[in-house]
Nanobody, 117 residues
Framework: VQLQASGGGLVQAGGSLRLSCAAS???????MGWYRQAPGKQRELVAT???????SYADSVKGRFTISRDNAKRMVTLQMNSLKPEDTAVYYC?????????????WGQGTELTVSS
């Protein structure tokens, strides 16, 4: 499946933004997720939602970010609230099948978020 992420931009600290990821095919059986990579740092997991609805968040975003999926529309979104400068990164959408290891699978092209202080 091919992924197209969108919605990044420049936002002030404390603000909100929503990222979207459109998939080219069915995502029903996939774990969908968002990862991010800040300058000079490794890519890290932000949030995932499994095919059965199990949610997982990085500790740094718990209570501020919400991942959701719409299988019918083949879309995954990441609602980000109370943004902090340390959330600045390129955000990547990810889709992986049930037997695909975490951190692998299909990747979108990335959408950049900059949070100003």
């Amino acid at each position: 499946v091919q992924l197209q992420a969108s919605g990044g931009g420049l936002v002030q600290a404390g603000g909100s933004l929503r990222l979207s990821c459109a998939a080219s095919g069915r995502i029903l059986s996939f774990t969908m997720g968002w990862y991010r990579q800040a300058p000079g740092k490794q890519r890290e997991l932000v949030a995932t939602e499994s095919s059965t609805g199990t949610l997982s968040y990085a500790d740094s975003v718990k209570g501020r970010f919400t991942i959701s999926r719409d299988n019918a529309k083949r879309m995954v979104t990441l609602q980000m609230n109370s943004l902090k400068p340390e959330d600045t990164a390129v955000y990547y959408c990810n889709a992986r099948g049930p037997y695909t290891p975490a951190g692998s699978g299909s990747w979108g092209q990335g959408t950049e978020l900059t949070v100003s202080s």
